[in-house]
T-cell receptor, first 114, second 112 residues
Framework: EAGVTQFPSHSVIEKGQTVTLRCDPI?????LYWYRRVMGKEIKFLLH????????ESGMPNNRFLAERTGGTYSTLKVQPAELEDSGVYFC????????????FGNGTRLTVT | SQKIEQNSEALNIQEGKTATLTCNYT??????LQWYRQDPGRGPVFLLL?????KEKRKERLKVTFDTTLKQSLFHITASQPADSATYLC???????????FGTGTRLKVLA
């Protein structure tokens, strides 16, 4: 089976610009998660979709971040306008609809805001 | 406050020895605890899951223990190899939430 894919792998943008990250989960995985790792810190939860519905978005930093998962397939995470503190690695993960299922991660998008 | 602690210091061990990594947590009551491996530039890769009612789980050279009284999990790699060098992360599932909370990870280096 194809794994979780994320695009782009790297993005360098200037403060104030907009960036959209994309995640394609494993086919058939209802659960899709976004996580972020800021330099030196732990991987932090951002939000969780079940199919196209946002189950939990308690980790989203602020309203500059918008996640969507139209049709319950791929997901996008838009940052607008980007700030310096948004720099980090954004990971997407997916899992089947069982709570004890492991997360399958993509290789992340490294975002640098200058 | 809720916290997950892993030894942030890198762990260096000689090839062939057993590596033991620690994950401590406070103010959580996880239903499951998972261990992941992460290599530089890659996403975490799932290794093992242990449930709150299980004391120990094994998979090949890997062993995980879970003590809900001590609020601690230990992750062992026996007969370690240089290829085991990576960062190892523990993650807690908060019962019923489908939300996984990660520790900062411990970097393991196995010396040939």
């Amino acid at each position: 089976e194809a794994g979780v894919t994320q695009f782009p792998s790297h993005s360098v943008i200037e403060k104030g610009q907009t960036v959209t990250l994309r995640c394609d989960p494993i086919s058939g995985h209802d659960n899709l998660y976004w996580y972020r790792r800021v330099m030196g810190k732990e991987i932090k939860f951002l939000l969780h979709f079940v199919k196209e519905s946002k189950q939990d978005e308690s980790g989203m930093p602020n309203n500059r971040f918008l996640a969507e998962r139209t049709g319950g397939t791929y997901s996008t995470l838009k940052v607008q306008p980007a700030e310096l503190e948004d720099s980090g690695v954004y990971f997407c993960a997916s899992s089947p609809r069982v709570s004890s299922s492991p997360l399958h991660f993509g290789n992340g998008t490294r975002l640098t805001v200058t | 406050s809720q916290k997950i602690e892993q030894n942030s210091e890198a762990l260096n061990i000689q090839e062939g020895k057993t590596a033991t990594l620690t994950c401590n947590y406070t103010n959580y009551s996880p239903a499951y605890l998972q261990w992941y491996r992460q290599d530089p530039g890659r996403g975490p890769v799932f290794l093992l899951l242990i449930r709150e009612n299980e004391k120990e789980k094994r998979k090949e050279r890997l062993k995980v223990t879970f003590d809900t009284t001590l609020k601690q999990s230990l992750f062992h790699i026996t007969a370690s190899q240089p290829a085991d060098s990576a960062t190892y992360l523990c993650a807690l599932d908060l019962s019923g939430t489908y939300k996984y909370i990660f520790g900062t990870g411990t970097r393991l280096k196995v010396l040939a």
